[in-house]
């Protein structure tokens, strides 16, 4: 069990200071960081769970719970509230189903609303998280979202097929 | 000849690297690949931003003077043969567009989107480490403090406070026989800026030498940089640049053969505002929870692992490598008096040109917003533009003319800020702003202090009841005293100016939050609460409007103006969003 961050444990378990990397690289390998992963890291570092739980929920990127295969993280900076990502959340949350922080029963998309992404002229932003890496997608519309959202599922079903 | 595409995160999201990899596919299908990337004389490179974000993907094309021939701009995938063919003209850069970029004077972004930040020899043939060297062999640390007093270089995180002072604060601490750290801020907490972003994608070469040179001025010789999360392409090219300068040897052990060691390692943040304040974010350097702490001791004194530590932001080291090469005096005969050198802005929000802009300091917010930005889009009227984001303010159209400086800026209630600019139109409802902005505050405050934690949470509510129809009399008298608690009762920067927002617009923009209040109308037409929905004589009929509203609240015959039931209306807003005659309209 948690063999895939081994080589992660050996580099930094040791480190004073470095348990967010350490969640970091649990999060990414897992994806979430469950109670078990969390109990398994305070039994190597020596700091105790209840302080990783401590840390895990005070940052926004640390998530308990599984996540879906691909990752909507919509932007709603300032520059893309005042272009309209409300509207575009909204439209999100119509199409799939899921509020902020959720994810679809099938367990294809989890939906993070996010502040700013860094891509401000393009607003609305949102940066989709999948297997093969992200990729942000900008100047969005409503039906540009829905589209998007329709392109992806496609393709999940044809891969599964 | 050299093809070079910009590829920021924005010019990614564009579709850069689409543009990039048919460039490649054209350019390997003709043959003649030397090995090196090229292909019969014609490289292909990759660049960071050249800042015109809303034009991207930007493609320039350089002739073999090495000077550059043509500029294209929104190059997409499907035009990439008619570039390489020469038949693209309809994509090249207008003069209008190309004032966009000459009207600034870039010091910070000198190589942004000029230069391989992927390639540590580029930035060398453009001068890099030059200052590194200067620094190391020929002056001493206190003449590079000096240096830096000279050119009057103030902290561009957001307070402005004189980068020289921290230098030599950090300098003359006594570390006690430990370590002293040089840390760099890249956690750009600012919903909507991206002038870190663009610095450590485009030139992060610049961002590493100014950390060297100022760990040396302060006897470092270990440097952080702590960059937030949301920015892999910046962590990446943060990384290559590191073992590219490690190689070089200008990072590492005895550089330039002077004895001096510097290195720098990466710590990616994990999502918290209140980590870019100091405390909290030495605090999360240590694995903790990223609280603030009470100061002094000050960071100069006990810092990283209670050993001095000096912090800056990541513009203001990409400044540092200028001010030693070309001296304090060049750096500082740009600006003004008190706030010298040159700025970068993020234009975005309701602006025509979205972007990056470097302009000297002074120079006044109509010149930024019109002047470069190209005004408001689709033609609207300006009504305000917002600086310093969550810790500062709203500034009114009527205030164009002020200057952008530290000390004029700070007058109108608003700050300069890290250089976020959102720019807000008649559309943008002011009372809404106010509440965006708690609503951050709220959900990022650490919640260690009262005022700040439940503050920010009763002035949201007031905020959100306001726009909601619901306000009553005695709400603003009620927000501003709430505001002035808060301010007072607490410790970090975070809750001192979360009210900020809140008192600038409530300062210029009181009728709407009296409109709002009293008249139970959104002056701007948007909170949705307050917005009737009403269907003009541009109608013709066409039945889309009926057919998509979920109550049924439409009616009207076939090719005849319809109408809105209003006790029917839920003001989904469908209606309007389905009409493509714009004959549905928001009161
Ligand atoms: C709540 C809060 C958030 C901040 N966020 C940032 C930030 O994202 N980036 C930054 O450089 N400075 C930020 N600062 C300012 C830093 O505390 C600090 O003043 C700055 O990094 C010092 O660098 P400078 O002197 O080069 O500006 C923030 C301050 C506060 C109170
Ligand atoms: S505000 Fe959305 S990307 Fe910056």
């Given at each position: 069990?948690?063999s895939?961050?081994?080589?992660?444990?050996?580099?930094?378990?040791?480190?004073?200071?470095?348990?967010?990397?350490?969640?970091?690289?649990?999060?990414?390998?897992?994806?979430?960081?469950?109670?078990?992963?969390?109990a398994?890291?305070?039994?190597r570092?020596?700091?105790?769970a209840?302080?990783?739980?401590?840390?895990?929920?005070?940052?926004?990127?640390?998530?308990?719970?599984?996540?879906?295969?691909?990752?909507?993280?919509?932007?709603?900076?300032?520059?893309?509230?005042?272009?309209?990502?409300?509207?575009?959340?909204?439209?999100?949350?119509?199409?799939?189903?899921?509020?902020?922080?959720?994810?679809?029963?099938?367990?294809?998309?989890?939906?993070?609303?996010?502040?700013?992404?860094?891509?401000?002229?393009?607003?609305?932003?949102?940066?989709?998280?999948?297997?093969?890496?992200?990729?942000?997608?900008?100047?969005?519309?409503?039906?540009?979202?829905?589209?998007?959202?329709?392109?992806?599922?496609?393709?999940?079903?044809?891969?599964?097929? | 000849?050299?093809?070079?595409?910009?590829?920021?995160s924005?010019?990614?999201?564009s579709?850069?690297?689409?543009?990039?990899?048919?460039?490649?596919?054209?350019?390997?299908?003709?043959?003649?690949?030397?090995?090196?990337?090229?292909?019969?004389?014609?490289?292909?490179?990759?660049?960071?931003?050249?800042?015109?974000?809303?034009?991207?993907?930007?493609?320039?094309?350089?002739?073999?003077?090495?000077?550059?021939?043509?500029?294209?701009?929104?190059?997409?995938?499907?035009?990439?043969?008619?570039?390489?063919?020469?038949?693209?003209?309809?994509?090249?850069i207008?003069?209008?567009?190309?004032?966009?970029?000459?009207?600034?004077?870039?010091i910070?972004?000198?190589?942004?989107?000029?230069?391989?930040?992927?390639?540590?020899?580029?930035?060398?043939?453009?001068?890099?480490?030059?200052?590194?060297?200067?620094?190391l062999?020929?002056?001493?640390?206190?003449?590079?403090i000096?240096?830096?007093?000279?050119?009057?270089?103030?902290?561009?995180?957001?307070?402005?406070?004189?980068?020289?002072?921290?230098?030599?604060?950090?300098?003359?601490?006594?570390?006690?026989?430990?370590?002293?750290?040089?840390?760099?801020?890249?956690?750009?907490?600012?919903?909507?800026?991206?002038?870190?972003?663009?610095?450590?994608?485009?030139?992060?070469?610049?961002?590493?030498?100014?950390?060297?040179?100022?760990?040396?001025?302060?006897?470092?010789?270990?440097?952080?940089?702590?960059?937030?999360?949301?920015?892999?392409?910046?962590?990446?090219?943060?990384?290559?640049?590191?073992?590219?300068?490690?190689?070089?040897g200008?990072?590492?052990?005895?550089?330039?053969?002077?004895?001096?060691?510097?290195?720098?390692?990466?710590?990616?943040?994990?999502?918290?505002?209140?980590?870019?304040?100091?405390?909290?974010?030495?605090?999360?350097?240590?694995?903790?929870?990223?609280?603030?702490?009470?100061?002094?001791?000050?960071?100069a004194?006990?810092?990283?692992?209670?050993?001095?530590?000096?912090?800056?932001?990541?513009?203001?080291?990409?400044?540092?490598?200028?001010?030693?090469?070309?001296g304090?005096?060049?750096?500082?005969?740009?600006?003004?008096?008190?706030?010298?050198?040159?700025?970068?802005?993020?234009?975005?929000?309701?602006?025509?040109?979205?972007?990056l802009?470097?302009?000297?300091?002074?120079?006044?917010?109509?010149?930024?917003?019109?002047?470069i930005?190209?005004?408001?889009?689709?033609?609207?009227?300006?009504?305000?533009?917002?600086?310093?984001?969550?810790?500062?303010?709203?500034?009114?159209?009527?205030?164009?003319?002020?200057?952008?400086?530290?000390?004029?800026?700070?007058?109108?209630?608003?700050?300069?800020?890290?250089?976020?600019?959102?720019?807000?139109?008649?559309?943008?409802?002011?009372?809404?702003?106010?509440?965006?902005?708690?609503?951050?505050?709220?959900?990022?405050?650490?919640?260690?202090?009262?005022?700040?934690?439940?503050?920010?949470?009763?002035?949201?509510?007031?905020?959100?009841?306001?726009?909601?129809?619901?306000?009553?009399?005695?709400?603003?008298?009620?927000?501003?005293?709430?505001?002035?608690?808060?301010?007072?009762?607490?410790?970090?920067?975070?809750?001192?100016?979360?009210?900020?927002?809140?008192?600038?617009?409530?300062?210029?923009?009181?009728?709407?939050?009296?409109?709002?209040?009293?008249?139970?109308?959104?002056?701007?037409?948007?909170?949705?609460?307050?917005?009737?929905?009403?269907?003009t004589?541009?109608?013709?009929?066409?039945?889309?409007?009926?057919?998509?509203?979920?109550?049924?609240?439409?009616?009207?015959?076939?090719?005849?103006?319809?109408?809105?039931d209003?006790?029917?209306?839920?003001?989904?807003?469908?209606?309007?969003?389905?009409?493509?005659?714009?004959?549905?309209?928001?009161?």
């Open positions: 069990m948690f895939e961050i081994e080589p992660v444990m050996e580099k930094y378990a040791g480190v004073p200071g470095s348990l967010i990397t350490i969640l970091q690289k649990t999060q990414d390998a897992y994806g979430y960081l469950s109670e078990d992963a969390i398994y890291i305070a039994k570092t020596g700091v105790p209840s302080k990783i739980y401590g840390v895990a929920t005070f940052y926004t990127q640390f998530r308990l719970k599984p996540v879906g295969r691909y990752i909507l993280m919509l932007c709603k900076g300032t520059a893309c509230h005042v272009n309209g990502a409300a509207g575009i959340e909204e439209a999100v949350t119509e199409h799939l189903g899921i509020a902020d922080g959720e994810t679809t029963a099938d367990g294809l998309f989890t939906l993070d609303v996010v502040a700013c992404l860094g891509c401000c002229s393009l607003a609305p932003v949102m940066m989709v998280k999948g297997p093969d890496g992200e990729e942000t997608y900008g100047s969005l519309t409503k039906a540009k979202v829905r589209s998007l959202l329709d392109e992806i599922a496609a393709r999940e079903t044809e891969a599964a097929s | 000849m050299r093809i070079v595409v910009g590829e920021g924005c010019g990614v999201a579709g850069a690297k689409k543009t990039e990899a048919a460039l490649a596919a054209l350019l390997a299908e003709r043959g003649g690949a030397a090995g090196d990337g090229s292909y019969s004389g014609i490289t292909l490179e990759k660049a960071g931003c050249v800042g015109n974000c809303y034009l991207e993907p930007v493609v320039d094309v350089y002739g073999d003077d090495g000077g550059l021939a043509a500029r294209y701009v929104r190059a997409t995938e499907e035009r990439a043969a008619d570039i390489l063919a020469g038949t693209a003209d309809d994509l090249l207008s003069d209008e567009d190309a004032a966009f970029l000459s009207q600034q004077r870039r910070v972004l000198r190589n942004a989107g000029l230069i391989n930040p992927e390639k540590i020899e580029e930035y060398i043939a453009a001068g890099g480490y030059e200052a590194l060297r200067k620094a062999t020929q002056m001493t640390p206190e003449e590079v000096e240096e830096v007093k000279v050119a009057g270089l103030r902290g561009r995180g957001g307070a402005g406070f004189p980068t020289w002072f921290k230098w030599d604060a950090a300098r003359n601490a006594d570390a006690g026989g430990g370590a002293k750290y040089m840390v760099c801020n890249a956690d750009e907490g600012d919903p909507g800026a991206f002038m870190d972003r663009s610095v450590l994608e485009g030139d992060p070469h610049a961002v590493l030498e100014g950390m060297a040179i100022g760990g040396y001025a302060i006897g470092a010789h270990e440097g952080v940089i702590y960059v937030r999360a949301e920015y892999p392409l910046a962590i990446t090219r943060l990384e290559i640049a590191i073992a590219q300068a490690e190689e070089k200008v990072l590492g052990k005895d550089i330039f053969g002077t004895g001096y060691d510097f290195s720098i390692r990466i710590k990616a943040g994990a999502g918290a505002f209140v980590c870019g304040e100091e405390t909290a974010l030495i605090a999360s350097l240590e694995g903790e929870r990223g609280m603030p702490r009470l100061k002094p001791p000050f960071p004194q006990k810092g990283f692992w209670k050993q001095p530590t000096n912090i800056n932001n990541v513009e203001t080291f990409a400044n540092v490598p200028f001010v030693i090469r070309e304090g005096a060049a750096f500082a005969a740009y600006g003004t008096e008190k706030s010298k050198g040159t700025k970068v802005f993020a234009l975005a929000g309701k602006i025509a040109k979205g972007g802009v470097e302009v000297p300091m002074g120079l006044p917010l109509r010149d930024v917003i019109f002047g930005g190209g005004g408001i889009k689709a033609g609207r009227a300006f009504k305000a533009v917002q600086m310093g984001g969550p810790s500062g303010g709203c500034i009114p159209a009527a205030l164009a003319d002020t200057p952008v400086d530290y000390e004029s800026i700070t007058q109108t209630g608003a700050i300069v800020g890290s250089g976020g600019m959102i720019v807000m139109d008649e559309d943008t409802c002011m009372v809404d702003m106010a509440r965006y902005f708690l609503d951050f505050t709220r959900k990022e405050s650490c919640g260690k202090c009262n005022y700040c934690r439940v503050g920010t949470k009763r002035m949201l509510e007031i905020l959100e009841r306001i726009t909601l129809g619901e306000g009553r009399d005695g709400d603003i008298e009620l927000l501003e005293e709430l505001a002035g608690k808060i301010k007072d009762g607490s410790l970090c920067g975070l809750g001192q100016t979360a009210p900020n927002p809140v008192l600038t617009t409530i300062r210029y923009f009181r009728n709407e939050y009296e409109d709002h209040i009293y008249n139970k109308h959104c002056t701007a037409h948007y909170c949705k609460a307050l917005v009737t929905y009403a269907i004589d541009a109608c013709v009929g066409c039945t889309k409007c009926a057919r998509n509203c979920p109550t049924g609240a439409i009616s009207g015959e076939v090719k005849k103006p319809h109408g809105i209003q006790a029917k209306c839920v003001k989904c807003g469908k209606c309007e969003e389905n009409c493509a005659f714009g004959a549905v309209l928001r009161d």
